[in-house]
């Protein structure tokens, strides 16, 4: 972090013991955008999250949110939960059940603190698009309407940060995807800094603006989304739903067979298109298992319409110790790759070799 970044970011430094576990972490992160922990259940992510908020009192501690230390023993400073100007949204959306929405909402506005430059409560009831609900209980709202509710609520407090710990884990399938969008409007028009506790990859790859990824109770990796996800030393982001995210602008659509071209730089991809607009920015995510390499273009007609070139930056070997993990700069953009050992041995993959990319599907997520 810059000077600039430490005046306005977040210093997270703490050490906290329960039992066998020990959360031990030494990060500065930026002050802005959607800072997404990503790590295994039991490595520390909601343990951290508690900590942020003064739920509970690590050791040896220094946490400062934009710049305002909330801990700092040094100094012998603690500012107790209900002190800390955040919002915390759990897993469940805990609301009260013998208020309407328009009462949970107000009990929120209740602990806004007084000075708040404010969020206008009605426009985060247009925002989440609840203005219908104001007058239901609880008990008549869907899994994800709660969840949507439960944001407001936090936000109505006038928080400096929005703390979520696995927002969407109790919802199934189809009420996640409805309130993903939601939480991409926030990040997009509130510009309230939030940090956001998931073990999804495709919910990382999504709304992440800064990724932290947490093994164990240490730090394995932080850093920007797209740089940080492409990590293929850190076995967290091994797995099945090892990725990259590329960011970039649909330049064309071609609507006879329902595609559309979107161009970042260091190449384009042709992806399904869902009526998107052409100049739009939006994000691509690119699986591993899903990008083959070549060590020379494509001779004759392939059923593989996106092909790249690219650098190897990286080989190392896989989950599995059949598998190898290839990372590889196309451009500015990052790539990973997740081959057959037998394959990068026989195409002689190392590092600085120029190969092409054949990306098999990719698929937009924003």
Request: charged residues 20%; positive net charge.
């Given at each position: 972090?810059?000077?600039?970044?430490?005046e306005?970011?977040?210093?997270?430094?703490?050490?906290?013991?329960?039992?066998?576990?020990?959360?031990?972490?030494?990060?500065?992160?930026?002050?802005?955008?959607?800072?997404?922990?990503f790590?295994?259940?039991?490595?520390?992510?909601?343990?951290?999250?508690?900590?942020?908020?003064?739920?509970?009192?690590?050791?040896?501690?220094?946490?400062?949110?934009?710049?305002t230390?909330?801990?700092?023993?040094?100094?012998?400073?603690?500012?107790?939960?209900?002190?800390?100007?955040?919002?915390?949204?759990?897993?469940?959306?805990?609301?009260?059940?013998?208020?309407?929405?328009?009462?949970?909402?107000?009990?929120?506005?209740?602990?806004?603190?007084?000075?708040?430059?404010g969020?206008a409560?009605?426009g985060?009831?247009?925002?989440?698009?609840?203005?219908?609900?104001?007058?239901?209980?609880?008990?008549?709202?869907?899994?994800?309407?709660?969840?949507?509710?439960?944001?407001?609520?936090?936000?109505?407090?006038?928080p400096?940060?929005?703390l979520?710990d696995?927002?969407?884990?109790?919802?199934?399938?189809?009420?996640?995807?409805?309130i993903?969008?939601?939480?991409?409007?926030?990040?997009?028009?509130?510009?309230?800094?939030?940090?956001?506790?998931?073990?999804?990859?495709?919910?990382?790859?999504?709304?992440?603006?800064?990724?932290?990824?947490?093994?164990?109770?240490?730090?394995?990796?932080?850093?920007?989304?797209?740089?940080?996800?492409?990590?293929?030393?850190?076995?967290?982001?091994?797995?099945?739903?090892?990725?990259?995210?590329?960011?970039?602008?649909?330049?064309?659509?071609?609507?006879q067979?329902?595609?559309?071209?979107?161009?970042?730089?260091?190449?384009?991809?042709?992806?399904?298109?869902?009526?998107?607009?052409?100049?739009?920015?939006?994000?691509?995510?690119?699986?591993?298992?899903?990008?083959?390499?070549?060590?020379?273009?494509?001779?004759?007609?392939?059923s593989?319409?996106?092909?790249?070139?690219?650098?190897?930056?990286?080989?190392?070997?896989?989950?599995?110790?059949?598998?190898?993990?290839?990372?590889?700069?196309?451009?500015?953009?990052?790539?990973?790759?997740?081959?057959t050992?037998?394959?990068?041995?026989?195409?002689?993959?190392?590092?600085?070799?120029?190969?092409?990319?054949?990306?098999?599907?990719?698929?937009?997520?924003?």
């Open positions: 972090m810059t000077a600039a970044d430490a306005t970011g977040h210093r997270l430094r703490l050490r906290c013991v329960r039992g066998t576990f020990t959360l031990d972490v030494d990060i500065g992160l930026p002050g802005n955008g959607i800072t997404a922990v790590g295994p259940s039991g490595c520390g992510k909601t343990t951290l999250l508690r900590c942020v908020a003064g739920l509970e009192r690590p050791q040896d501690a220094f946490i400062a949110i934009g710049g230390p909330w801990q700092d023993d040094a100094r012998g400073l603690f500012l107790p939960a209900w002190q800390r100007p955040l919002g915390y949204v759990f897993q469940e959306a805990s609301l009260f059940d013998h208020l309407d929405v328009r009462g949970n909402l107000a009990y929120g506005l209740r602990r806004a603190r007084a000075s708040a430059a969020i409560l009605d985060v009831v247009e925002l989440l698009g609840i203005g219908h609900l104001l007058d239901r209980r609880p008990h008549a709202l869907s899994g994800g309407e709660r969840q949507r509710i439960a944001i407001a609520r936090a936000l109505a407090t006038q400096r940060i929005l979520l696995e927002p969407l884990a109790s919802l199934d399938l189809p009420r996640r995807r409805e993903l969008p939601w939480l991409q409007k926030l990040r997009d028009e509130l510009r309230i800094p939030m940090l956001y506790v998931t073990h999804a990859a495709d919910e990382v790859a999504r709304l992440a603006d800064h990724l932290v990824v947490l093994e164990a109770g240490r730090v394995a990796a932080s850093g920007p989304l797209a740089a940080t996800l492409a990590r293929i030393d850190i076995p967290g982001l091994r797995g099945d739903e090892a990725a990259a995210v590329l960011e970039g602008t649909v330049e064309e659509r071609a609507t067979w329902h595609l559309a071209r979107v161009a970042f730089r260091g190449g384009a991809l042709w992806i399904a298109d869902s009526g998107l607009a052409v100049g739009r920015r939006v994000r691509v995510r690119v699986l591993a298992r899903d990008v083959s390499i070549a060590t020379q273009p494509l001779a004759g007609a392939s593989i319409q996106n092909v790249l070139p690219c650098v190897v930056q990286e080989v190392l070997p896989g989950p599995h110790a059949s598998q190898a993990m290839v990372r590889l700069a196309c451009g500015d953009a990052l790539l990973v790759a997740r081959i050992a037998r394959a990068a041995d026989a195409l002689v993959l190392a590092p600085g070799l120029r190969v092409w990319a054949q990306v098999k599907s990719a698929a937009l997520v924003e």
